[in-house]
């Protein structure tokens, strides 16, 4: 069962679009496989909505009056030429059927999740039974990849000066704190030191970012995660 | 309520616009967002040219992507504004990173359910009415409930997280429990 999960503050920056994009994917491949999650936020996506189209009903009456002299005498856009230019084509945008998208690393084939699918993948690199591909999201600081360990293989005891992600895609590993699955959302920052290893092997999707060029905006947002230990 | 949205009036333009592209009922809809759009992406984009993009971009999406809609799976402000937020985090991307691509629909996807299929209609309500008796309980009761039920942290995460002892978190919990059971009835068990 799925036992970390994004924090409510994550959740609602994501719902709101203030993540990168990078963030924001990994919480939601993780809200694909985790209904609690998906649940949450469906319900503050219409709470935001709610607040954001609510008011201001007073204020919008005087423009639904069929007359062009009012809207004309709003701000900057003519409305009624946008109006016109958007809707001259009754075109509607074609519905693309998803299909899978595999990717292999060692001979083992993985279905890419959905919010993968069209962003770049680099060259794999090889180090010992771990294999790594970047996803090239030009992020500056915050780097992104799809992380492969070998049955019996892991990564070396670390620190992050800033923060790291692992999100479990496939397979199952293990810490000093416990045993992680499919779909756990596993956020650290400096003051943890791990040593997952992987006995049975696994996919992992990391996010971490360089702790030189740390960015006041996410560093901010991150804070709630320095108190909550795992 | 006075300002109350209405809800079934933007639903139903909005399946009017996508099952007989319907301009009338685009135009009542363009009306009721396009300035509400407007603000909302002043706020995020510096620019003016930007900001009106917001709208021209979101609203040619109505326009176009009105079939996606799904009135079983949330109210029309939420379709509309989820098409607000892709629109903006995408320019967002393209104005920061010098890259197009687009990625807000893989991420947000507006063909997909946006509530979970395996909850059922009687489940969404009689959580939308626990959910508002939480939120009458007292801010340290109501933080501890919402991260114990709703979160699924343990105690000694919460006791951790909120820096209290884990006596005053269970206590807390117990004392929230009480008031819940005597807002929600007898059934509620």
Not at chain 2, 54 to 61: D, F, G, L
Not at chain 2, 109 to 128: I, K, R
Not at chain 2, 148 to 171: H, V
């Amino acid at each position: 069962m799925i036992k970390h999960h994004p924090t409510f503050e994550l959740l609602k920056s994501f719902v709101d679009g203030e993540l990168p994009a990078s963030l924001s994917a990994g919480i939601a491949i993780h809200a694909d496989m985790c209904a609690v999650c998906q649940h949450q936020i469906a319900q503050l996506t219409e709470q935001v909505a709610e607040a954001s189209f609510e008011f201001e009903e007073a204020f919008l009456d005087r423009f639904i009056v069929d007359s062009n002299d009012d809207i004309e005498d709003m701000p900057v856009i003519n409305f009624d030429q946008m109006i016109d230019d958007i809707t001259a084509s009754n075109a509607l945008t074609e519905t693309v059927v998803k299909t899978e998208k595999q990717i292999s690393f060692n001979e083992q084939s993985y279905t890419l999740p959905n919010a993968l699918h069209n962003m770049d993948l680099g060259r794999t690199t090889h180090i010992g039974k771990l294999s790594r591909a970047r996803i090239q999201l030009d992020e500056n600081e915050i780097h992104t990849s799809l992380l492969h360990i070998q049955p019996g293989g892991g990564v070396p005891e670390h620190t992050h000066k800033g923060f790291e992600l692992t999100l479990l895609l496939d397979g199952s590993f293990e810490d000093e704190n416990g045993q992680y699955v499919k779909g756990d959302f596993i956020m650290l920052n400096g003051d943890h030191q791990h040593h997952p290893i992987s006995p049975e092997g696994c996919l992992c999707y990391t996010v971490a970012n360089d702790a030189l060029h740390f960015t006041q905006g996410i560093n901010k947002l991150l804070n709630p995660i320095g108190s909550f230990i795992y | 309520m006075p300002n109350e949205i209405d809800h079934s009036q933007l639903c139903l333009k909005l399946k009017a616009v996508a099952q007989s592209r319907d301009k009338q009922a685009f135009t009542v809809l363009f009306k009721f967002f396009a300035t509400k759009i407007l603000r909302i992406a002043r706020g995020k984009f510096p620019n003016e040219a930007q900001a009106n993009e917001v709208v021209q971009e979101t609203m040619s999406n109505v326009w176009r992507k009105a079939h996606l809609f799904n009135a079983d799976k949330g109210a029309a402000t939420t379709w509309v504004y989820t098409v607000m937020r892709n629109v903006t985090f995408d320019m967002l991307r393209k104005i920061k990173g010098n890259k197009e691509d687009n990625l807000s629909d893989d991420i947000w996807p507006m063909a997909e359910s946006m509530v979970s299929e395996t909850d059922n209609y009687e489940d969404h309500l009689a959580q939308d009415n626990l959910l508002s008796v939480i939120d009458t309980l007292p801010e340290a009761q109501k933080e501890v409930v919402k991260g114990f039920y709703l979160m699924e942290m343990s105690q000694e995460q919460l006791a951790t997280k909120l820096n209290l002892p884990l006596g005053t978190i269970k206590s807390r919990l117990r004392l929230a429990l009480a008031k819940l059971k005597v807002q929600l009835g007898e059934d509620h068990d």
